[in-house]
Structures are given as structure tokens and as C-alpha cells.
């Protein structure tokens, strides 16, 4: 079953413009993770928010998580063309022995 | 890059034929996965290993086997392949150093005519 679903699937912007993409989740989780996918490409870990933070940021990517909404968001701030990939999240859920649970992904296209 | 290497990357077969990817890693992670991707479902998982000869199904696992003989080394095998099971397999590994974090291969293309 899908724990975490991305809003919106998909997201265009131009380069230098702010990217914000949500993932809401169902159950109680150890953490939340976000990962990168380029076309064609394996995914790659960015970042990961345990469920006792409210906040957590790398370089130009900001995640928060609000456990009371069951929710996430990934910001990435003055967006590149190289940032076109898609983004997924995924969830650790309590009890899962550690096997993550991944969203749909938003693609992102940031345009120069 | 995380020490992953799938094979093969590329294969078309027939249906009813058995197919076997393999996954190895060099970094004696303990946890391996396969995944599946597939438009419109994202990842899902078909089985997972938390250690030599120590393997569980996933959300998936209808159609595949899998054996993990070595720690460094995860099969994934479908007995007799069917054309829903054309896809993009990632095998993933995580361990205790990598905290909660998996780290994925660059996927082998399946493609069942």
C-alpha cells in the first residue's frame, strides 16, 4: 500500500525560482526520507527527518515535517536546471524492520 | 556511488522463460532490497533480505523468488516470466554506517515480450 503521496506529480518553474513539493503520509513513522531521481538514473538519497524534527536543511534543500498533519515538505531555493529530476518521498514506518515505504514522486523542470 | 552493481542492466526474454538479476555490494551492508518502478505506482518493494539466507516478501512479491548465499550478493529471480512484470528492478542496500539510509543500484531494464 502507498504510505507517502507527492503533491503536485508535477512542477514546472524557471531557474532561480523556489521549489516546494509535499508528501503526506498515513501512519506513525520512525523518519522520512527524500530522494532524487534522474531520468533513466537509480535514486538518490538526499535528506532524512527523523519524527522528533521539525526542520532539517543541506545546501539549498530545507525539509520540514509535521507529524500532527502526517505531512512533509521538500524546498529546494534558487533552483537549476540541473535540479530537473523527480523527487520522491519515503517513509520508515514504526514496526516496518526499516523498509521504506515510497510515494508516487513529483517531477520537477526547471527551466533556464 | 554506493558500491552497488547490477546485472544484467538490459534484457529483453520471452514469456514463460525463468530470468535472474543479480545485485552485489561492496559495502557488507546487512539489509538488501529489490524494488520495482513502474509508472503511475512509483517503488514498491518485492523482497527484502536482513542477512545471508534471511529473506521476507514485500508489497510485490507474487511471481519472484529471491536468495541472498553471500552477504555481498542478492538474486532476484522470476521463475516464468509474464509481460506484467516488464519494469525497472533497483536492488538497494542499507546497513548499520548508513543509518536508515538506502542506497540504490542503477536499476536493470526488464522487458518481457
Known amino acids: 500500500s502507498q504510505q507517502g503521496e507527492e503533491d503536485p506529480q508535477a512542477l514546472s518553474i524557471q531557474e532561480g525560482e523556489n521549489a516546494t513539493m509535499n508528501c503526506s503520509y498515513k501512519?506513525?513513522?520512525?523518519?522520512l526520507q527524500w530522494y532524487r531521481q534522474n531520468s533513466g538514473r537509480g535514486l538518490v538519497h538526499l535528506i532524512l527527518?527523523?519524527?522528533?524534527?521539525r526542520e532539517k536543511h543541506s545546501g539549498r534543500l530545507r525539509v520540514t515535517l509535521d507529524t500532527s498533519k502526517k505531512s512533509s515538505s521538500l524546498l529546494i531555493t534558487a533552483s537549476r536546471a540541473a535540479d530537473t529530476a523527480s523527487y520522491f518521498c519515503a517513509t520508515d514506518e514504526r514496526g516496518s524492520q526499516g523498509n521504506l515505504i515510497f510515494g508516487k514522486g513529483t517531477k520537477l523542470s526547471v527551466k533556464p | 556511488d554506493a558500491g552497488i552493481t547490477q546485472s544484467p542492466r538490459h534484457k529483453v526474454t520471452e514469456t514463460g522463460t525463468p530470468v535472474t538479476l543479480r545485485c552485489h555490494q561492496t559495502?557488507?551492508?546487512?539489509?538488501m532490497y529489490w524494488y520495482r518502478q513502474d509508472p503511475g505506482h512509483g517503488l514498491r518493494l518485492i523482497h527484502y533480505s536482513y542477512g545471508v539466507k534471511d529473506t521476507d516478501k514485500g508489497e510485490v512479491s507474487d511471481g519472484y523468488s529471491v536468495s541472498r548465499s553471500k552477504t555481498e550478493d542478492f538474486l532476484l529471480t522470476l521463475e516464468s516470466a509474464t509481460s506484467s512484470q516488464t519494469s525497472v528492478y533497483f536492488c538497494?542496500?542499507?546497513?548499520?554506517?548508513?543509518?536508515?539510509?538506502?542506497?540504490f543500484g542503477e536499476g536493470s531494464w526488464l522487458t518481457v515480450v
Open positions: 538497494a542496500i542499507s546497513g548499520q554506517s548508513s543509518g536508515n539510509t538506502i542506497y
Open positions: 501512519t506513525s513513522i520512525n523518519n
Open positions: 527527518i527523523r519524527s522528533n524534527e
Open positions: 559495502e557488507n551492508h546487512r539489509y
